[in-house]
C-alpha cells in the first residue's frame, strides 16, 4: 500500500526553528515528486512546493519562497519542511502529497493522488 | 501563473439529487493536469478525478468531469451522504500547482 505518514502535531513559539517530516512507503521514493501543501484554518489548499527526491530537485511557490525550505533524504524515503523562524501566520494545516504522474495511453497525467495524514503547526507566544 | 476560480462557494442539494460544480482557468490549461479532489471535514484531501475525466482508483461511477480549455465541470449525479464535503479542482504544470479556492457541497 502507498502511504505518506508525516510527523505529529506542533506548538511553537514565534522566531522558534521547526521541522516536520513526510516518510512514504509502498512505491519508489525517489521516482515522484514530493509536493508540500498549506491550510490555514477554515480556509482552501496552498500550493507551497515541490521536490523530487531522486535529486532534491526543488521547485517553490512564488508565494513561499525565501519562507519556508523543502529538502528530502532519499536514504529514508523522507521528506520535510522546515522553518528557521515561525510567524503566528504560519499557523496551519501542512500535507504532503505524491506527485503522480502517470503514463496511460500516450499520454502522461500530473495529480496528487496520495497524501500524507497532516500535520498540524500552531504557532502562540 | 494560472488562477482556478471554483462555483459557486456552496452548493446545497439534497441526498439523491445531481451536483454540477464549475473550475474555470484564468487561461487555457492542459487537460491532462486538470484534477479534482474531495475533502471531508478533519481529514486530507482525497484524489477523485485526474487528467479531466478519469476516475482515480475506487471512485464510483457518480462522478464525472468534463471539460477542456478554461472550463471543466465535476458531476456528482446522485449525491449520497458521504458525498457531502468540499470539492477542489487542481491543476500542475510547468514545475508549479495551483488549486481553486474550493465548493462546499452541503446538505439541503
Known amino acids: 500500500e502507498v502511504q505518506l505518514v508525516q510527523s505529529g502535531a506542533e506548538v511553537k513559539k514565534p522566531g522558534e526553528s521547526l521541522k516536520i517530516s513526510c516518510k512514504g512507503s509502498g512505491y519508489t521514493f525517489t521516482s515522484q515528486w514530493i509536493a508540500w501543501v498549506r491550510q490555514m484554518p477554515g480556509k482552501g489548499l496552498e500550493w507551497m512546493g515541490i521536490?523530487?527526491?531522486?535529486?532534491?530537485?526543488?521547485r517553490y511557490s512564488p508565494s513561499f519562497q525565501g519562507q519556508v525550505t523543502i529538502s528530502a533524504d532519499k536514504s529514508i524515503s523522507t521528506a520535510y519542511l522546515q522553518w528557521s523562524s515561525l510567524k503566528a501566520s504560519d499557523t496551519a494545516m501542512y500535507y504532503c502529497?505524491?506527485?503522480?504522474?502517470?503514463?496511460?495511453?500516450?499520454?502522461?497525467?500530473?495529480?496528487?493522488?496520495?497524501w500524507g495524514q497532516g500535520t498540524t503547526v500552531t504557532v502562540s507566544s | 501563473e494560472i488562477v482556478l476560480t471554483q462555483s459557486p462557494g456552496t452548493l446545497s442539494v439534497s441526498p439523491g439529487e445531481r451536483a454540477t460544480l464549475s473550475c474555470r482557468a484564468s487561461?487555457?490549461?492542459?487537460?491532462?493536469?486538470l484534477a479534482w479532489s474531495q475533502q471531508k471535514s478533519g481529514q486530507a484531501p482525497r484524489l477523485l478525478i485526474y487528467?479531466?475525466?478519469r476516475r482515480a482508483t475506487g471512485i464510483p461511477d457518480r462522478f464525472s468531469g468534463s471539460g477542456s480549455g478554461t472550463d471543466f465541470t465535476l458531476t456528482i449525479s446522485r449525491l449520497e451522504p458521504e458525498d457531502f464535503a468540499v470539492y477542489y479542482c487542481?491543476?500542475?504544470?510547468?514545475?508549479?500547482?495551483?488549486f481553486g479556492q474550493g465548493t462546499k457541497v452541503e446538505i439541503k
Open positions: 502529497a505524491r506527485l503522480d504522474s502517470n503514463y496511460v495511453s500516450g499520454h502522461y497525467y500530473y495529480a496528487l493522488d496520495v
Open positions: 487528467g479531466v475525466s
Open positions: 521536490i523530487y527526491p531522486g535529486d532534491s530537485d526543488t
Open positions: 487542481q491543476h500542475y504544470g510547468s514545475s508549479r500547482g495551483t
Open positions: 487561461q487555457s490549461v492542459s487537460s491532462s493536469n
